[in-house]
């Protein structure tokens, strides 16, 4: 283990010790469980309900993992998107997992929340996932690697090998938009719903960022310090994407994505009710 994580550094094992990993672990399964029973009991074949079911109590997962990258902080602050994801859930197909990932390996990428400087195996896996996404038709990907890269130049004073990484990214971008420019879509619409939901987006992600102020935490190792500037860039960026996307697909965009989205909502809702309590 210790010799893949210091290959990998993006990873965050969980430590069920604590009682709120165990709690997001019940509480993921036991969405699969009853939602797999459901899809069950109303003929949806085996395999589908498997699928589908599978994929609801990962997105609920990830949504967690998201919010903890969102709010390092508040470990309770991740917990209050989960029903908004469980009712989506009831409504909506399974999200893209693949995206969800990219989503929050990126945040660790820039917030260093696993304590340990990201390694070159961890901006290639990255810029991999950024080439699948954009295989799988979200472009976003690897436009914001490039954006993160930079950023993590500028903010890393000792160690800058990883901006070699820009010109990779940079390459697959103008690789995948030589051969697969067709199938790009640069046709943005605003509908009333599409900018509400951009709108409070943008809201939660300032009310967030001024509630927490510095508040930061260590992380899983003390190699590197907590840097409030790199969890502000991250939760930037997180949103930034989801925009971007929704700007170019509307409603379908949050489809794919609204575990994340609902991460930063559930933090925002959070510190809500933290000052509601207070006064």
């Not at 390092?72 to 893209?96: G, Q």
């Not at 940079?170 to 943005?188: C, E, G, K, P, R």
């Not at 989801?242 to 991460?263: C, H, N, R, T, W």
Request: with cysteine; proline share 5%.
């Amino acid at each position: 283990m210790k010799e893949v994580k210091s290959f990998i550094t993006l990873g965050r094992p969980i430590d069920l010790s604590y009682p709120t990993n165990r709690l997001i672990v019940f509480v993921s399964l036991t969405l699969f469980a009853l939602y797999f029973a459901y899809l069950l009991l109303t003929a949806v074949p085996a395999a589908e309900a498997l699928s589908t079911a599978f994929g609801a109590g990962i997105a609920l997962f990830l949504c967690w993992a998201i919010g903890r990258e969102v709010d390092p902080a508040y470990e309770w602050s991740a917990f209050f998107a989960l029903p908004l994801v469980l009712a989506a859930a009831l409504y909506y197909d399974s999200p893209d997992l693949l995206s969800l990932l990219f989503i929050l390996l990126t945040m660790r990428f820039l917030n260093r929340s696993p304590g340990l400087r990201a390694t070159v195996f961890d901006a290639l896996m990255l810029v991999l996932l950024g080439i699948a996404l954009y295989n799988n038709g979200v472009y976003t990907g690897l436009p914001l690697l490039l954006v993160c890269f930079a950023a993590d130049y500028i903010l890393e004073p000792v160690i800058r090998k990883l901006f070699i990484f820009i010109l990779p990214a940079f390459a697959a971008l103008a690789f995948s938009v030589y051969f697969f420019n067709d199938h790009l879509s640069y046709n943005i619409s605003i509908s009333i719903p599409t900018g509400l939901f951009i709108f409070l987006l943008v809201i939660f992600l300032i009310y967030v960022i001024i509630a927490t102020g510095k508040d930061i935490l260590s992380g899983d190792s003390t190699e590197i310090q907590p840097d409030i500037r790199r969890i502000n860039l991250a939760r930037f960026c997180v949103v930034l994407f989801i925009i971007i996307e929704v700007l170019q697909k509307g409603e379908s965009a949050f489809v794919l994505f609204y575990p994340a989205a609902f991460a930063i909502a559930g933090a925002g809702l959070y510190h809500i009710f933290q000052n509601i309590q207070i006064h």
